[in-house]
């Protein structure tokens, strides 16, 4: 997960294979609650607090977590549609932070995104081809119409059919389609999906998970993706990401993930899935009551209200990402993992 | 068997606004005493358009409605007046995807389930705030007195859902209708709501329809699986047959495009295209144009909803021939 | 499996008809709507009556008759019959029309561009320039426009253009507040942010994007103040702070034929009835539009 960070002034590529293609450390994005405005104590609700992760170049990094656990709000730092309160980016060993005007211009067509509501995201009175051709347009380039036409073609939008479309006149699944052409217009290296195939029918979504399967394969692309939808993610990802309240509590290869989860709260919300087995339906809940308020979070270890494991130690000290094995790259935080954390079940939580 | 608690026969729903729109086309239906159905669909296929009609809920300046739907031998579509009120929320209730709309946001919660109970049963306002009170216990949530005087707003997603299933049960209805209670909340959320439906189902005996998009959601609770599409039933049948042995090219696809964890690494069996326009809908078939299996007779023709053993099928070419199992 | 995907389209997901522009639709749904035909038909006959007074007035607006005072409607001669100066009221009615309608386009139109331009900026910038933009705006709302309308022409005196800038100045503040208010639901919507990201410039995000899908909702919103520029217009001249007699105007007129509401109530009552039916029909109008600009049926 550590890499050599060594800025290269190259414009284009290369901090070599190795360099993974976004590291973000200790990224921070509190909102004020505006209770009233006499009240002189402000509160915070802290939807990312000291996020760390790393996505390797041309691979899929999966966020996953229940509403409120921070992974949109991470995306959109990410993305830099909202300014972090603290932490910093590093896009291909290059510090995001210095990206003034045009550099920043410059970096922000190497990373695109697409949003989980199509319509809200197509503007309502461009033809699909003005959306998708927008971007290149602006930045003078020429060919823009052109290359519209065939990035509809390339999302299985037949373009004489389809350019001159608005957004209403499409389906849900179209619709997508489109906003994946619009994100490719750059060619970009990172494409952020933000609950990209949550709104589409099943149908129509095995069909766009294909294409974006393709579409990285073919464009060397690596994916932020950003789901509830655990079955999704585990199809798509290579690593595997697991927010709680605004920090990353489990992080790691998708297998290690899916197969060894070393939280309490990843094991729980993968037992969560319903059972596609009328013979063997689930039985108990694994986790009582809704995710907690972000307003309040509680001290220690943010689980612990929910925690079926949770002990005192839990509330006095806040549980650090942990190694769950030599340079595994599998990351928990839970107290249970730690022998030394002084928590009473944590030898018999040992990893096999 | 005794006589079934509902019977839809041949309902045919249209819309008329800028375009005429056909939400349901001869849909038939049975439901037992204590059963449960999952009513499985995609957008647009008329899984919810039934629930509504079962309760009337369609505006009828705009809607056409032909068929016949008796509930607990009432028949529904004739009901004017007092009648229907008693019908609804009395025989019949319902469970809507976002509890938050569905409460009124200037009454406490116990307030609303009270008031139901009193007007329905005409008790006085102590009894019926005992029963409320009793509900929301019944419904699991934590420090339900403190809860009965919340308002909706105050409540969480998760604790809104039960406040509304405690709702629609006060009046103990024979039917229960839920219309994607658990497709807005959160997976260990929707999970405990999925048992606790289960589980009261199980106490009162009452039937339920449960419309969802989710077939993992449908076999968690359901009986017996209905699968809708483009406003037709296309396959019903006991949810161990129809999740292990589909026969609809359009349930075996969908299985197959629920996404599991053997998928990885492979191109997902998607279907092709989407759904067709409910205004202009094909002659034959409607999956015929998405259907790999299909036939000149499949664009001809529509086929029967045909009784085969313990399930309902229409299509010309199923996947697996039903005999075969014997 | 094939690799790519084919996606063979259903034939009816993708009618074979070539794509409609926004407004050809709209312009479907207006015309697909009675009320909306016939509250056009309405204003088509008064514009057209106005537009075309001179040519189509069967009398001189201006020539004042002391014998033939207040004639009944359907007098000889008189079809409407006349006002206290024996002057032909169809005519007067017909060349009123023009100033009343104008009193009516004219500070809608420039409150239109105005206020347009204040709230897509307001709303867009937001934060602290949002704020004192609003709140200087709210001092205008703490008064009823009428009041305001009057204090202001008092302010800049009597006569046509003072009453237009005082009308136009009474509708600023509102349209600034509908289009901040759209402006600021349209920002946050993802194609704003997809546009962001592309990396285009504010000015460019704005044209494109934010602009055509603001100014329709603050169009008709301005087309329903068409009948209240009216109606105020028309109390600015019965007040004498508007048009100054012998000039005919709907709200002038309805001022000075007071005096026969006793005598002739049924010709003194005309011009308000026109304002009346206009004002109706342009909000009627407005409805119509305001739904059918909505295509996502």
Redesign the interface.
């Known amino acids: 997960m550590n890499a050599a960070l060594a800025p290269t002034p190259a414009p284009h590529d290369m901090g070599g294979p190795a360099q993974p293609l976004l590291i973000v450390r200790d990224l921070k994005k509190h909102f004020p609650v505006r209770s009233s405005p006499l009240d002189r104590e402000r509160k915070f609700v802290h939807a990312v607090d000291g996020v760390n992760f790393s996505v390797p170049k041309g691979k899929t990094l999966g966020i996953v977590g229940e509403s409120g656990c921070g992974k949109s709000t991470t995306a959109r730092l990410v993305a830099r549609l909202m300014p972090a309160d603290a932490g910093e980016l590093i896009f291909d060993g290059e510090g995001v932070e210095e990206f003034r005007g045009l550099r920043l211009k410059e970096f922000r067509r190497n990373l695109q995104m697409v949003f989980q509501d199509s319509f809200a995201s197509l503007n309502p009175r461009l033809t699909i081809a003005e959306t998708i051709a927008y971007g290149p347009r602006v930045h003078g380039i020429a060919r823009a119409d052109h290359q519209a036409r065939e990035l509809l073609d390339r999302v299985g939008l037949d373009p004489s059919h389809f350019a001159g479309r608005y957004p209403h006149e499409l389906s849900g699944g179209q619709r997508q389609r489109v906003n994946i052409a619009r994100a490719l217009a750059f060619d970009p290296r990172l494409v952020i999906l933000d609950e990209a195939v949550a709104a589409l029918d099943k149908s129509v979504q095995a069909q766009v998970l294909n294409l974006l399967q393709e579409l990285k394969a073919e464009r060397q692309l690596t994916y932020l993706f950003i789901s509830h939808d655990l079955h999704v993610v585990h199809y798509l990802s290579d690593y595997v990401m697991v927010m709680y309240l605004g920090q990353v509590i489990e992080s790691g290869p998708v297998e290690r993930i899916y197969g060894h989860p070393a939280h309490p709260y990843t094991r729980a919300l993968l037992s969560a899935v319903p059972s596609m087995d009328p013979e063997h339906r689930t039985q108990a809940s694994p986790l009582a009551g809704d995710p907690p308020n972000p307003i309040n979070p509680p001290s220690g270890c943010r689980f612990r209200d929910r925690c079926p494991h949770a002990h005192a130690v839990c509330a006095s000290a806040t549980p650090a990402l942990r190694d769950m094995g030599r340079h595994s790259e599998h990351l928990a935080a839970c107290h249970l993992n730690d022998p030394a954390s002084g928590h009473p079940e944590a030898h018999q939580e040992q990893r096999p | 068997m005794s006589a079934p608690l509902v019977s839809i026969q041949d309902l045919t729903v249209q819309f008329h606004g800028a375009r005429r729109a056909s939400a349901l086309n001869q849909v038939s239906l049975e439901l037992g005493q204590g059963e449960v159905l999952g009513l499985l669909g995609e957008s647009g296929s008329g899984k919810s358009v039934t629930l509504r009609t079962l309760l009337r809920l369609h505006p009828e300046r705009h809607t056409r409605t032909a068929g016949r739907i008796r509930v607990d031998g009432q028949d529904v579509l004739a009901l004017r007046g007092r009648e229907l009120d008693r019908y609804r929320g009395g025989t019949v209730s319902m469970v809507f995807q976002e509890p938050g709309l569905a409460f009124d946001p200037v009454y406490t919660i116990g307030q609303q389930i009270s008031e139901a109970v009193r007007v329905h049963e005409g008790v006085d306002q102590a009894t019926a705030a005992a029963r409320a009170l009793a509900m929301l216990e019944r419904v699991q949530i934590p420090q339900a007195r403190r809860r009965f005087d919340a308002y909706p707003h105050e409540l969480s997603g998760g604790m809104r859902q039960r406040a509304m299933i405690a709702l629609a049960l006060a009046c103990k209805p024979k039917l229960l209708l839920a219309d994607e209670p658990t497709t807005a909340l959160d997976a260990t959320v929707q999970i405990q709501i999925l048992l606790l439906l289960r589980e009261l189902q199980r106490e009162t005996g009452m039937s339920v329809i449960f419309v969802t998009h989710d077939i993992g959601a449908a076999v968690e609770v359901a009986d017996r699986i209905a699968v809708m599409y483009a406003g037709r039933i296309v396959e019903q049948g006991p949810v161990g047959q129809l999740v292990h042995q589909p026969c609809h090219p359009y349930t075996r696809g969908l299985l197959a495009a629920t996404v599991g964890h053997e998928h990885r690494g492979r191109p997902l069996e998607a279907i092709p295209g989407s759904p067709p326009d409910l205004a202009a809908l094909p002659p034959g078939c409607s999956f015929a144009p998405r259907c790999s299996h299909a036939s000149e007779r499949c664009h001809r023709d529509i086929p029967p909803l045909e009784q085969q053993g313990a399930r309902t099928l229409a299509c010309w070419h199923p996947v697996r021939l039903l005999g075969e199992a014997a | ?1 094939s ?13 074979a008809q ?2 409609r522009s ?1 407004w050809t639709v709209v312009w479907r ?1 207006l015309r ?1 709507d009675p009320m909306a035909m016939a509250s056009a038909a309405v204003l088509l006959l008064i514009v057209g009556a106005a537009v075309f007074a001179p040519w189509l007035a069967p009398a001189d607006p201006y020539k004042a008759s002391m014998i033939k005072r207040l004639l009944p409607i359907g007098s000889p001669g008189f079809l409407l019959g006349t006002d206290e100066l024996g002057r032909d009221l169809l005519s007067r009615l017909m060349h009123g029309g023009r100033l009343s309608l104008l009193m009516g386009v004219v500070p809608v139109l420039a409150a239109f561009g105005i206020g347009t331009t204040i709230g897509l900026l307001a709303g867009y910038v937001g934060g602290r320039v949002n704020m004192a933009i609003m709140r200087v705006l709210d001092i205008f709302y703490a008064f009823p426009s009428v009041l305001l309308a009057v204090a202001i022409s008092g302010a800049l005196g009597p006569g046509m253009s003072n009453s237009l800038i005082a009308l136009t100045l009474v509708f600023v503040p509102q349209v600034v507040r509908v289009a901040e208010s759209v402006t600021t639901q349209v920002r946050q ?3 704003i ?9 504010a000015f ?1 995000i704005i044209r ?2 934010v602009l ?2 603001v100014l329709g909702p603050v169009f008709v919103y301005a087309t329903g103040l068409l009948s209240v520029s009216m109606i105020l217009a028309s109390g600015l001249s019965f007040l004498g702070l508007g048009v100054k007699p012998p000039e005919p105007e709907w709200g002038l007129m309805l001022n000075t034929l007071r005096s026969a509401i006793y005598s002739n109530p049924w010709v003194a009552a005309l011009p308000g009835v026109l304002i009346f039916v206009t004002s109706i029909a342009f909000n009627l109008l407005a409805d119509s539009v305001r739904s059918a600009m909505d ?3």
């Open positions: 499996m690799a790519t995907l084919p996606l063979p389209l259903p034939a009816a997901a993708a009618p070539p794509s926004y749904q697909r919507l993802d194609y942010e997809a546009a962001r990201m592309s990396g285009a410039g460019s494109t994007h055509g899908n295509i996502r049926k």
